[in-house]
């Protein structure tokens, strides 16, 4: 096997601009005869991950990013490296900027940027600085994507959208037209939007990965710094985080936090746009980047060409992020949505009690991101005081307010409580009595717990601006058997609860005594930092 091939089989992503981006179970009985069959994809349990491109020839937008589609955190990096060649008008051919051959990428140029100035190519790079500018990062709004139908962990394939051309599936010919898409998309800023599904197969495509898949759209984590380089992060002190660190020396771009089980990371880049010297060629160019990566599990090691000084250090830094001491989080720079890991659980943000119930800013309600599984509605609670005591680690637990030792919830049944058809019971704007004042709040002589959310709390964290929930997504728990969850409002009907379907809706005819596997308790807590 060649050197070239050994790499493709390395790459996980080729993807460049203007061109170039890249049990079924059956019981049968004989005489009285039944078929009893499902079909469910599994989750992939392990630690995977895939890469993201979405790219536009038109309108230049490109975005990279990693997803984490198994169930345990991975170490992610990522590095580009640039071609361009041009030909004048009446010339016979192709001169290279900068060296290389568009059909080696091994000779492309790295994106080197200067210590202190990340969009400046030093090297042999920097001749690019005049002809194509990358923007780094994405501020403001967390951005929505479409998670990857491809659970194979060894298919080498991106999650390339739009104008991007994956390398495994179309590495010739690199000519700024072909395309090699293997994921939905037109590759436009802001396609995918919240609460979108698409199932595989949808338009008559079959993208790879899962033939009976359907996804639903989800959020990049929000970039708490703007991407820098190694010298900056260590002049700077800032450890771990969701941004991008890149390698001055090596150009190895990684994710400054580890990235957990249904997370993506922001976007590393955003764009990529000519600039003068390119539209000044008096005839044609041709511009390519090559992204590589590498994503690699906790304990693993990334593939080592050149020992950076504070490299280390940095690495260090992302594999304690793992299982960060909860009194390192500064939980008023947290935002609604954001998780953070506490031993083996994942715990979702939902808002500072000021902006939840006119509490003090201090103060923080969270939610356990999973649930305890296979437990009906009249145990639940039993099962959640369980977990309280024998489960939540002991640095938070220290960390729990009071809230009331008995909540007196009412009972109101489904079709009783004004429940919203557009988005589908999404809110409920009937709730009165007992059933509208069932509100968790910090109770200073009550007791410290957990509890499980009332009817009135995902109602009021749903409809409030700021705190809590703001699509469907955010209310799925996060279970790879399911994710529907209880509330502890009851129903006036003697048998029958509600709940948090697994589609995010509400339910207030869930059957009592149902304890499947894919749905149970789901914890909160009210904190004080």
């Known amino acids: 096997m060649s050197p070239e091939k050994k790499r493709k089989l390395r790459n996980i992503a080729l993807l460049a601009l203007l061109g170039l981006i890249g049990g079924t179970f059956a019981f049968t009985a004989f005489n009285q005869q039944a078929i009893n069959d499902r079909l469910r994809e599994n989750p992939v349990r392990e630690a995977a991950g895939r890469v993201h491109d979405y790219f536009n020839r038109e309108t230049e937008n490109k975005d990279v990013f990693v997803e984490n589609y198994g169930q345990e955190p ?41 210590p202190n100035d990340i969009t400046t190519r030093l090297g042999d790079g920097a001749v690019m600085n005049t002809h194509a500018r990358l923007t780094f990062g994405r501020e403001g709004e967390r951005q929505w994507y479409l ?50 599904s698409y199932t595989n197969s949808e338009n008559g495509i079959l993208w790879p990965g899962s033939t ?20 900056q992060w260590v002049e700077d002190g800032v450890g771990s985080g969701n941004f991008w660190v890149i390698d001055h020396v090596t150009g190895w771009a990684y994710w400054a936090n ?118 009906n ?7 959640i005081d369980d977990w309280f005591d024998n489960e939540l680690p002991a640095d938070l637990k220290a960390m729990v307010t009071p809230v009331a030792n008995d909540f007196i919830t009412g009972e109101v049944r489904d079709s009783a409580a004004g429940l919203t058809t557009n988005p589908s019971r999404w809110l409920a704007n009937n709730l009165t009595g007992d059933v ?78 149902n304890s499947s596997t894919g749905g149970g308790a789901r914890p909160a807590l009210i904190i004080h930092q």
Request: hydrophobic letters at 35%; aromatic letters at 8%.
């Open 147 to 196: 998670p990857t139908f491809n659970h194979d962990k060894n298919d080498l394939m991106t999650a390339a959208t739009g104008d991007a051309r994956d390398y495994v599936v179309g590495e010739d010919p690199k000519d700024g037209r072909t395309n090699g898409a293997t994921h939905p998309g037109d590759g436009k800023d802001g396609y995918w939007q919240e609460n979108v």
């Open 436 to 513: 509208a004042a069932d509100r968790t709040v910090v109770v200073e002589d009550g007791m410290p717990r957990a509890f499980s959310l009332s009817l009135a709390d995902v109602d009021h964290l749903s409809r409030t601006d700021g705190i809590g929930f703001t699509h469907n997504t955010d209310r799925r728990a996060s279970d790879p058997l399911g994710g529907w969850w209880w509330l502890r409002t009851p129903s006036d009907l003697s048998t029958v609860a509600w709940s948090l379907t697994t589609s995010g809706t509400l339910n207030g005819s869930t059957t009592r005594t």
């Open 377 to 383: 509605w009249t145990a639940h609670e039993s099962r």
């Open 212 to 231: 009976e898949g359907t996804r639903t759209t989800s959020r990049n984590l929000r970039q708490e710094r703007a991407p820098m380089t190694l010298q």
């Open 74 to 114: 991975i170490m992610a990096r990522i590095r580009l490296s640039e071609f361009m060649e041009y030909q004048e008008r009446g010339e016979p051919g192709f001169e290279q900027l900068v060296g290389g051959s568009r059909q080696n990428v091994s000779t492309w140029e790295p994106y080197i940027p200067a």
């Open 258 to 375: 580890a990235l957990r089980a249904g997370q993506a990371t922001s976007y590393l880049i955003d764009a990529a746009v000519m600039q003068d010297a390119a539209h000044a060629i008096n005839g044609a160019y041709y511009y390519a980047i090559h992204v590589d990566s590498q994503l690699i599990d906790m304990e693993g090691n990334f593939e080592t060409e050149i020992e950076t000084p504070y490299l280390d250090e940095l690495l260090e830094a992302v594999r304690v992020s793992a299982g960060i001491s909860v009194r390192e989080l500064d939980f008023s720079t947290m935002e609604p949505g954001d998780i953070f890991t506490r031993g083996d659980q994942d715990f979702r943000y939902l808002g500072n009690m000021e902006d939840i119930a006119a509490g003090s800013a201090r103060d923080h309600m969270i939610i356990l991101n999973g649930i305890l599984n296979s437990v």
